[in-house]
C-alpha cells in the first residue's frame, strides 16, 4: 500500500479525526471531509450529547496516539453512579471494587477539538468544513460534496475513502443505493427517545451534586441522567417513552404538564434545574437507535468504522470508546501486513465485528438494567457481592460492567459471554439463599462465595456451548 495515496475521510468527528491523526503517524496523506462548521470556531452541540463516558478502551485508543493524559486533563472520574428515588433518598453502588477503576466525564466538543488539533500539526492532513457529502460513488471512489458557504458542488476522487460520518452515515446509504454488491442493514429504535436540560453549577461556579458519580433517577419505565461538567454543570438527560404510558413525549407539550411531571417523578431534580420549562420546550427530542450492517467495506475501495457501522444506544458508555477501540484494532491490523487494502478490510471486520455485535447488545441490556433493575433489592445484593468479591479477589474475579469497562485487552464478546453467565449464577445463588453478604464477613468466608459462583458460572458457559449459544 502507498502511502502517497490519497486517502479520504469522511466525517471529522471523534472517530474520524482519531482516524485521521493515526493514519497521519503512520505516514499516509489523508483528506477529512466534515460537513459541520469548525466546532473550534462555532458552538454545534445542539441536540447531542455534550458530555461522554471516556473509559479504558478509549484510552488505550489515545494512549496509541499518545493522547491520553491530554485527554485526561480535562476529565472528571466517576467513581459509581448515585440512584435518587421519589423522595428524595440516594444510595451508591460503585462501580468497581478496585479502587483504580472508574470511568470519566469528558466534553465530546473539547475531546474533539484536541484530536483535530494534533492531526492538523502533521503537514499530511488536511481538513475541510462545511463540505457535506452528498453521495459516494464506491466502484471509482468518487465522493461528491456540496459547499455549505458558497453552494458549491464538486467532487473528490481518492484511492481509499473511509466512512466515520456517524449512524447517518452517506458511505453506508450509498452501499444501499448503488446496488454494487449484497449488503445486510438492520436499523432498530427503541421507542424511548432522550432529551437533554442542564443542572447549573451554583453561584461559586461549584457542582451542586456529587460530581464523583454518575447520577441516576430510575423510574421503571423512564429515567433520568446526570453527567457532571469542567465548569460546574451537569448535562441530564431525560430517557423517556415517545409515547406510551401516563408522561411521554408525546404528551408533555403543556408548562402545566411538564411541571406535574417533574414535581412527581424527579423533585430533588427539578429543584436544581431553573430553566426547566425552557429547556424541556426547545430542546431537541433525540432518537435512541442501533445500527448493524456487513459488509464493512467494499473491495479494496472504501470502509465503515465507528458509528456508521456499528452504531449503539448509550447506556453501557461505549459508543465512543467502541470507536477509538475500531481504530487500535485496525491499527494492529495495518502491523500484520496481510496484502493490500481489500485483505486488511476483510481482516479487520473478520476481528472486530463480533465485538461490536456484542456491545450493541449490551447497550440495550443495560437500559434495562439502568431503568428498572439498579433499585432492585436483589439486584442490590448481587452488586454488594460483586464489590467485595472485586475489593478482595481483585485478580480472579471480574463483573460483567468491569470485564466490559475495565478491561482493554478482552474483546467485547468475551466479557459479554462470562458477565451474563456470572450475572446468572449469581441471581440465581442470591435467589436460592445459597449466598449472601453482610458486613463482617471474613475473606475466607468470601472465597467460599468466589468458588461457589466460578462453579455456577463455568457450568452456565458449558451448557450455552453445548447448546450453541
Known amino acids: ?53 471516556l473509559s479504558d478502551r478509549g484510552l488505550k485508543a489515545l494512549r496509541l496516539c499518545g493522547m491520553e493524559e491530554k485527554a485526561r486533563e480535562i476529565c472528571i472520574p466517576m467513581y459509581g453512579r448515585l440512584m435518587h428515588d421519589t423522595a428524595g ?13 472508574y470511568i470519566n466525564s469528558i466534553s465530546r466538543g473539547d475531546l474533539n477539538a484536541l484530536l483535530l488539533d494534533e492531526a492538523e500539526k502533521h503537514e499530511n492532513v488536511t481538513l475541510y468544513f462545511n463540505k457535506r457529502c452528498q453521495k459516494v460513488a464506491i466502484e471509482n471512489t468518487i465522493a461528491h460534496f456540496k459547499d455549505y458557504e458558497t453552494d458549491e458542488e464538486f467532487t473528490v476522487n481518492a484511492t481509499v475513502l473511509f466512512g466515520t460520518d456517524g449512524a447517518g452515515s452517506i458511505l453506508r446509504k450509498s452501499y444501499i443505493s448503488e446496488r454494487k454488491f449484497l449488503f445486510s442493514y438492520a436499523q432498530n429504535y427503541l421507542n424511548h427517545g432522550y432529551k437533554e436540560l442542564e443542572i447549573p453549577a451554583d453561584k461559586t461556579g461549584n457542582h451542586q451534586i456529587s460530581k464523583g458519580h454518575l447520577h441516576i433517577w430510575p423510574r421503571g419505565d423512564f429515567m433520568l441522567i446526570a453527567l457532571p461538567n469542567m465548569d460546574g454543570s451537569f448535562t441530564v438527560t431525560l ?12 404528551n408533555l407539550i403543556s408548562e402545566e404538564k411538564i411541571t406535574a411531571f417533574f414535581e412527581k417523578e424527579f423533585p430533588d431534580a427539578l429543584a436544581l434545574i431553573p430553566n ?7 430542546n431537541p427530542t433525540g432518537p435512541l437507535g442501533t445500527v448493524k450492517c456487513s459488509p464493512w467495506f467494499y473491495k479494496n475501495k472504501t470502509l465503515l468504522l465507528g458509528d456508521s457501522s456499528h452504531a449503539i444506544v448509550p447506556f453501557y458508555g461505549q459508543g465512543m470508546n467502541a470507536s477509538f477501540e475500531d481504530v487500535v484494532v485496525f491499527d494492529e491490523i495495518l502491523d500484520k501486513n496481510v496484502g ?16 461490536t455485535d456484542a456491545i450493541a447488545d449490551l447497550a440495550i441490556d443495560n437500559f434495562y438494567e439502568m431503568r428498572d433493575h439498579v433499585a432492585n433489592p436483589l439486584f442490590k445484593e448481587k452488586r454488594k457481592i460483586e464489590m467485595d468479591l472485586e475489593k478482595h479477589f481483585p485478580t480472579q474475579y471480574f463483573s460483567k460492567y468491569s470485564l466490559v469497562t475495565f478491561n482493554e485487552n478482552i474483546g467485547y464478546h468475551e466479557a459479554m459471554t462470562r458477565g451474563r453467565a456470572q450475572d446468572k449464577a449469581l441471581l440465581n445463588l442470591v435467589a436460592d439463599a445459597a449466598v449472601h453478604t453482610n458486613l463482617n464477613m471474613t475473606k475466607e468466608e468470601l472465597k467460599v462465595i468466589l468458588d461457589k459462583v466460578k462453579e455456577e458460572t463455568n457450568a452456565i458457559l458449558e451448557e450455552d456451548k453445548i447448546a450453541g449459544m
Open 340 to 355: 493490500d487494502w481489500q485483505a486488511v478490510f476483510k481482516a479487520y471486520q473478520k476481528a472486530r465485528k463480533i465485538d
Open 276 to 282: 426547566i420549562l425552557e429547556e424541556f420546550t426547545n
Open 89 to 101: 433518598n440516594t444510595f451508591s453502588s460503585n462501580y468497581s471494587g478496585r479502587d483504580n477503576e
Open 1 to 53: 500500500m502507498n502511502k502517497k495515496e490519497n486517502i479520504l475521510i469522511i466525517g471529522a468527528g471523534l472517530c474520524g479525526s482519531l482516524l485521521a491523526l493515526r493514519l497521519a503517524q503512520r505516514g499516509y496523506k489523508v483528506e477529512v471531509y466534515e460537513s459541520r462548521p469548525d466546532l473550534r470556531k462555532v458552538d454545534i452541540s445542539a441536540g447531542r450529547s455534550i458530555n461522554l463516558a
Open 239 to 250: 430517557f423517556l417513552s415517545y409515547d406510551e404510558g401516563e408522561f411521554n413525549f408525546d
